[in-house]
């Protein structure tokens, strides 16, 4: 593509895109003050939902992590009983004399 069509179309690009802002901003239904203020309330409000949902994140995030305590809690608790248990076989089995 040569140097002279990149350029005419770039003109033509943006004399389309200045005619539909024109076309657009003659066929609103609103008025600019009506539409940014629909803009600003739309995004209050994706940005409250997002906070919303982050929160509820955060709970269940923080339930999953007491579950987690929960559960290394009962598995060290399981541990020791069973190190405390093989100690305490070991002991008696060294103490007791020899049946062979």
Partial sequence: MSDENSGGGIL???AGLGIGA???VLYA???GRETRDDIARYAQEGTDQVKQRAKQYRDQANQW????KEVVSQQK??????VEA???AY???TSEPSKL
């Fill in 22 to 24: 024109a076309i657009g």
């Fill in 77 to 82: 608790e399981q541990i020791r009983s069973a």
């Fill in 12 to 14: 033509w690009f943006l």
């Fill in 86 to 88: 093989g100690k305490q």
């Fill in 91 to 93: 002991r008696e089995a």
């Fill in 29 to 31: 239904p609103k008025s």
């Fill in 65 to 68: 992590v007491e579950r987690g």
